[in-house]
């Protein structure tokens, strides 16, 4: 049966789990006469949870929703213009309509360029402001560590089991707060395109 299975293999991973730690250790205890000292850090909780990770939340939305409406904007443009276009279509010569639909596909391709740009600008000051977190995280589990003469730092993704005692989450959590209480977003704004309207 399928429980039995999974079980089976979360039992062999636990055994290799702690061959793994029990070579490490007695390498390590051998070295320093002494088995290793290890904390264990909630990464993903300091991420979700911290003051600077909860005002970054608000501010990132804004500027997603800036760029949603921004987009259905220049969209709804772009689709007024084609209309538009196609009713010239009987009026036009045909190099005339061709001309004009190449400004209009030129116009098109331009939105399209400014608006993955306008995206991965987006990504990336999201990416720098976590950033910022992960090593205000880092140096705050560090001066942890030292307190409490750990020599390994490790994420809970990475432990199966752990006793409660090693897990530093709450003071790293504390120290990150009362050191970077909150980030604020300052992303440079890109040039506009040209608006689709004027295809003429």
Known sequence: MRPKRAFCGSAILLGVAVAVLSIGASSIATAQDRPPSIGIVDVQKILRDSQASRSLQPQIEKLRKNYQSSLRKREAELRKASQELQRQRAILSPQAFAKRRNAYEETARKAQVDFQRRKRQLDDVYGAAMRTIQKSMVVAAAKVAEER????????????????????????????????????????????????GSTN
């Open 149 to 196: 003469n750990f020599d390994i730092v490790l994420p809970k993704s990475l432990v199966l089991l752990a006793d409660q005692k090693l897990d530093i989450t709450g003071e790293v959590l504390r120290r990150i707060d009362k050191d970077l209480p909150s980030i604020k977003l300052e992303p440079a704004r890109p040039a506009e395109s040209k608006a689709p």
